[in-house]
């Protein structure tokens, strides 16, 4: 399985990434050293989209908190940068796809990343990935 993360990213073109205690969606807390990364820079945080694909160097589940009932799983996780997006994919270009039960790759990601808009990590579909692998 492939992953996503959408995140503040300062600097799109660096060749690793650090990101402490991410929120994990959809499958994201599953994720592993050596497995395929997509970043997204978040628009929340003035980012463009998908910025980049990556290789997952370390990654480490951050333990529950005993005095919370509900919390979702987070990770921290260091990523190595392997391609740079050639294309724009963000929320403007999948905001159209939101015929949540179309099966489309695009609407998975618009749903997984922008109905709610919180910065995560997610798992994405065989389908995904490969539509995401045309950006680069």
């Known amino acids: 399985m492939a992953y996503a993360i959408k995140a503040e990213i300062e600097d799109s073109q660096a060749e690793t990434f650090v990101f402490a205690a991410q929120k994990t969606m959809y499958g994201g807390k599953h994720i592993t050293e050596g497995d395929v990364i997509f970043l997204f820079a978040s628009e929340n945080e003035g980012g463009q989209g998908l910025v980049a694909r990556g290789v997952v160097t370390s990654c480490k589940p ?73 950006f680069f």
Request: charged letters at 40%.
């Open 62 to 134: 951050i333990p529950r908190r005993p005095d919370l009932e509900r919390q979702t799983p987070r990770v921290s996780v260091s990523i190595r940068r392997t391609a740079l997006a050639t294309k724009r994919l963000g929320r403007d270009e999948l905001k159209r796809f939101k015929d949540w039960k179309d099966g489309r790759p695009e609407t998975e990601l618009n749903f997984k990343f922008y109905r709610q808009a919180t910065n995560k990590i997610v798992g994405v579909s065989d389908e995904a990935a490969a539509l995401l692998e045309g």
